[in-house]
């Protein structure tokens, strides 16, 4: 049986090992993909320290779902890949045959308790097997680096569009945290909305990213931040709150800014709780938590990306360096996305 390295959960509160494991065979339906890139979620770090029972799942799994790489096999019934063919791979799997996969929603499939990466076997490893569906094509983007797109670039897209018809002329939308998911965030309002886009986070490094990038206003957090962010926007608060951390603290904030028929997305998975109930939110005010994007927002990234109308801030590391890329994430240190390379 032919064999291939690893990145591998192994047990919860213990290091990810290197380890062989069958190469896999694709099914009907299926491909197999010769990895390229892998780029690294802060959510990860989430499973690195967790304990036991922490999720609803347990090792061993390969960790990585931001996915690029090439076509190496196809199962029966796939006649449009060939070998060789760059794809980048969509978040999931997924059912598509619940009512939310069959009506557009595939990012809230109803019987996804698991995905790649998380639960089931992901990207850093030589091989990956995905269903047909959930692979998007590419024409010039390179495989290598072009991973992030199915989260970092997917899942402020899904939030952003889902807020944008609040964002007309004259309004503000705030970002909490401008890393990887926040530099998209800040490039997908400029894209489609009149908004003020104001960036906030801790680390200088990324506010000069975020100016960069469009931002019209940058913030260096402190304990004043929402007074700071308040006295910015007029005593008004923000159309769009867009919290990338998730910690109590940002969520705290994120609320304290929102205004009468406004919307707060929390999408860093920070672990923070908050209180929401009469007198702790503006009127009509939403409040969710931005989960990834369909497949069809997928397609849409990759259009944006092959146009030329995204940045892609990546850090590559060689396989050989994933333990050394997942600690440079977690300090905090990189401004864009940690990608780790399988192929030249």
Known sequence: MATMTAFR??????????QEVPVPDPGPGEVRVRMAGVGLCHTDIHFLHARQGAF??????????E????????GAGVTDLEAGKPVLVGLGPKCWRCFNCLSGRDNICMNRASGRGWGQDGGLAEYLVVPRRE???LVSLDPRIVGPLADAGLTPYHAV??????????????LIGA?????????????????RVIAVDTAPHRLARARELGADEVVESGDDVADVLRELTGGCGADAVFDFVGIDATMRTALALATPGGSVAIVGA?????????????????V??????????????????????????????????????????ESGELTGRAVVTLAG
């Open 135 to 137: 692979l998007v094509p």
């Open 67 to 74: 996915n690029g790489g090439w076509v190496d096999d196809v």
């Open 288 to 329: 969710f938590i931005a989960f990834g994007g369909t497949t069809a927002d997928l397609h849409a990234v990759v259009a944006l990306a092959e146009a030329g109308k995204l940045h892609m801030d990546v850090q590559l590391f060689p396989f050989a360096e994933a333990a050394d890329a997942y600690a440079r994430v």
């Open 9 to 18: 959960m192994i047990r919860w509160e213990q290091p990810p090992e290197y």
């Open 161 to 174: 569009r889902k807020v944008a018809p609040k964002l007309s002329a004259p309004s503000t939308a705030i």
């Open 179 to 195: 890393g990887g998911l926040g530099g998209y965030a800040i490039q997908y309002l400029k894209l489609f909305s009149a908004a």
């Open 56 to 65: 609803p799942y347990d090792p061993p799994f390969t960790l990585g779902h």
């Open 270 to 286: 920070g672990g923070g709780t908050v209180g929401v109930g009469w007198g702790s939110l503006p009127p009509l005010c939403e």
